[in-house]
Antibody, heavy 122, light 111 residues
């Protein structure tokens, strides 16, 4: 069965960086794009960006460009999201999510990771 | 950026009764291929969101047929034919035509 298992909660100081991992299983890792979505406490969902695990190509939301880096290691079917220069407003749950790009378009975020809470506090 | 809005933001529902949520976009989500790049998600309390509808009207695998999506261009609707207690949570629409943006969410709770 498809699973996306994320790394554990992190506590970081302002100005630090965080790297969250997402290990995929149960499907061909390189066949699906991996997105990252952020959710601040009690707030809605915010798209961070995606990586194509096949090519390594990325696309980041304008808000995060210059501060986020998405990578992958195909040998262990794992995607990573690193966010730099953390501020208190980066405190949030980060989700990895897969999607398949069909000829007719993207077929939705069909599997989500369990989420990783990143807390930024001095 | 395409801005998504939803109404209502809070929706009290009665089990067994129908319910609907509206979603509007600041630009048309109709792709030249004829598909609308609009999805619907439900986030149940304490859980990760789950996909309900993709490309405006296609039910995701395993989603009960009481859920349906419709609309085109800038106006979309999610309908629940007969609400069940397990349908409570926050519903989000999301556009994927230009970047990705979510609506603010509609909180559905039992009346």
């Amino acid at each position: 069965q498809v699973q996306l298992v994320q790394s554990g909660a992190e506590v970081k100081k302002p100005g630090a960086s965080v790297k969250v991992s997402c290990k995929a299983s149960g499907y061909t890792f390189t066949g699906y794009y991996m997105h990252w979505v952020r959710q601040a406490p009690g707030q809605g969902l915010e798209w961070v960006g995606w990586i194509d695990p096949n090519s390594g190509g990325t696309n980041y939301a304008r808000k995060f460009k210059g501060r986020v880096t998405m990578t992958r290691d195909t040998s262990i079917s794992t995607a990573y999201m690193e966010l730099n220069s953390l501020g208190s407003d980066d405190t949030a749950v980060f989700y990895c999510v897969r999607t398949y790009f069909d000829t007719i378009g993207p077929l939705g975020f069909d599997y989500w990771g369990q989420g990783t809470l990143v807390t930024v506090s001095s | 950026d395409i801005v998504m809005t939803q109404s209502p933001l809070s929706l009290p529902v009665i089990p067994g009764e129908p319910a609907s949520i509206s979603c509007s976009s600041s630009q048309s989500l109709l792709h030249i291929n004829g598909y609308n790049f609009l999805d619907w998600y439900l986030q149940k309390p304490g859980q990760s969101p789950q996909l309900l509808i993709y490309l405006a009207s296609n039910r995701a695998s395993g989603v009960p047929d009481r859920f349906s999506g419709s609309g085109s261009g800038t106006e979309f609707t999610l309908r629940i034919s007969r609400v069940e207690a397990e349908d409570v949570g926050i519903y989000y629409c999301m556009q994927t035509l230009q970047g990705i943006t979510f609506g603010p969410g509609t909180k559905v709770e039992i009346k």
